[in-house]
């Protein structure tokens, strides 16, 4: 297959680009790059100055009926591909997205903000899950059933689900959708994508780098769109009966109204939402743990991640010494642009998510709480903001209730353990939890009160290709990763072969 060239770049900040057939600013359908049929394109900017870095083609309901075909069209011959044929697709891929990084990595902080650094542990984060994803597929067994009748034989086998459209965020813009197309893929399903408004260069690479390890034309469509046209875009697929599963990452609002839409056509659905993630710190808890925990856990990709601690929970005991030490590690975080060596914070993605953490901010002081570090915007100008701790808090601020997706620690002082689970599981949303003591037994039994998809104890940094990764309440359902990812993109079929006596 021969790639086609890319179209005419209008990047700003090509400097230190290995490969510039990766700065792509064109749709990927039915193995062609090509605009939107109206030539409608939208800016993508540098969050950390507002610079214009491309002009996409702003895809509408013409190339998702397009995309669609093409991937319609590919099924056929996709799902007849053995599962090592297509482990061996997953794996080329895998090592082109390796022998990227650092390119994906600079296109993920140019459009995203984070820190190079980070950056490239994402590409490294999502490459994980092509690997783990490329074994996976020659995983995909049956069973052979114990029939009650003699004259029968009963089987049981996983079938790709079809056609599957995924949807995804602008906070990690390679893994969030790697993880949902490299089970699709190693599945045996075709893919129609749309990526985040604000991030969808590095979705654009990393679907060029796929063609490249030989995803066959139509097998993987990408489509990027502007906010104002997206919605029409995925509108089209979620009506369409040949869509046969949405996998969606992104907000409880979004995902619900996802979720209504695909229901006249009874679509599976994976829904990885928001969270509201407690971070418990017990009196026997050690602090340096719990201070190393906070800091990975809190301050990575600025705040802005769905298993971000957003209620931190401290015992009396170690209360005050916890805040003190949090504050001084806070304080001395370096905030910049991405490619500044040692930094550590970048810009927040815009400025309304710049203003959603003033207005917590605001809402938690005017309610009692008190700043004890940063607590503004940033020196720097723009969305940066200042690593924040606010004491005081309360379950009723805006803060404990929703999502603040920013550089925001949140302490509330609890007294008993019973207290603390209570606090912890006010929410209707269920994604992540942190436990912080030395008890084991008080670990069991936390564990097992809290009600959330995954429990991080005595550590901070949780996610990883080998475990399912997924929420419990309003957080969503469906698991992403781990021997459970297969599945969500599979069908179990029964087969009963009768007269064999
Ligand atoms: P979002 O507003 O729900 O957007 C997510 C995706 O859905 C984007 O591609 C967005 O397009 C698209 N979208 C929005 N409204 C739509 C509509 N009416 N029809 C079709 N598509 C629509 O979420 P976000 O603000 O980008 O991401 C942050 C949220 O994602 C947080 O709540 C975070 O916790 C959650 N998240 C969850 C996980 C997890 O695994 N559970 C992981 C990461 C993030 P546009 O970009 O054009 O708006």
Redesign the pocket.
């Known amino acids: 297959m021969t790639l086609q060239p890319a179209s005419t770049c209008t990047f700003r900040l090509l400097d230190g680009f290995q490969r510039r057939d990766l700065l792509l600013e064109d749709a990927l359908i039915g193995g062609a790059w090509i605009g939107a049929q109206d030539d409608a394109r939208f800016a993508v900017t540098n969050p950390a100055d507002g610079a214009r870095l491309a002009q996409v083609a702003d895809c509408g309901p013409a190339e998702a009926i397009a995309a669609l075909d093409a991937a319609v069209k590919a099924g056929p011959a996709w799902r007849r591909t053995t599962p090592q044929a297509r482990r061996q697709i997953l794996k080329r891929w895998h090592g082109l997205l390796m022998a990227n990084q650092d390119d994906l990595a600079r296109l993920i902080s140019l459009e995203q903000g984070k820190p190079l650094a980070e950056a490239a542990g994402e590409v490294a984060y999502g490459a994980a899950y092509v690997d783990w994803f490329a074994d996976e597929a020659i995983r995909g067994d049956g069973e052979i059933l114990a029939s009650p009748v003699l004259d029968r034989q009963m089987t049981a086998v996983r079938e790709p689900i079809g056609v599957v459209a995924v ?6 813009p390679i893994a ?1 959708i790697a993880r949902k197309i490299a089970p699709a893929l190693a599945a045996g399903c075709t893919v129609v994508g ?5 991030t969808p260069l590095s979705a654009l690479a990393i679907a060029r780098l796929a063609q490249e390890a030989g995803v066959p034309d139509g097998v993987l469509n990408m489509l990027p ?3 104002l046209r ?2 029409a875009l ?2 089209v697929w979620l009506d369409e009966e040949c869509v046969r599963k949405l996998s ?8 619900k ?2 979720a209504e839409r695909s229901a006249p056509t009874l679509k599976r659905l994976s829904l ?4 509201n993630a407690p971070f418990l710190v017990f009196d026997d808890a050690d602090l340096d743990v719990a201070i190393r925990g906070a800091l990975a856990a809190k301050f990575r990709n600025a705040g802005q ?2 298993v971000s601690p957003n209620r931190f929970l401290v015992q009396a005991g170690v209360h005050d010494a916890f805040v003190a030490r949090l504050a001084d590690a806070a304080a001395s975080l370096k905030v910049g642009t991405a490619d500044e060596a040692g930094v550590q914070i970048g810009p927040l993605i815009n400025d309304k998510a710049v203003q959603k953490v003033e207005a917590h901010i605001q809402d938690a002081i005017a309610r009692g709480a008190r700043v004890v570090q940063g607590g503004a915007r940033h020196p720097l100008g723009g969305s940066f903001f200042q690593p924040t701790v606010l004491v005081g808090m309360d379950p009723d601020m805006r803060a404990s209730c929703e ?1 603040t ?1 920013g550089p925001v620690v949140s302490v509330t002082r609890f007294e008993t353990e019973a207290e603390a689970v209570t606090l912890a599981n006010a929410t209707p949303f269920g ?1 992540a939890a942190y436990l912080f003591t030395a008890d084991r037994k008080r670990i069991a039994r936390v564990g097992a009160a809290l009600e959330s998809g995954m429990v991080g104890v005595n550590e901070g940094a949780i996610s990883s290709e080998v475990a399912p ?3 419990v309440k309003q ?2 359902y469906g698991r ?1 990763g781990s021997r459970h990812g297969l599945i969500e993109y599979q069908t179990l079929k029964y087969i009963c072969e009768g007269g064999l006596d």
Request: charged share 15%; hydrophobic share 35%; proline share 5%.
């Open positions: 949807v995804t965020p602008w906070n990690f969030m749309k990526p985040a408004e604000d769109a502007s906010r997206g919605a995925v509108g969606f990452t992104g907000s409880t609002a979004t995902g109204f996802l990885e939402l928001g969270g991640t769905c999502e997706f994604l990764f997924g929420g957080s969503g992403e």
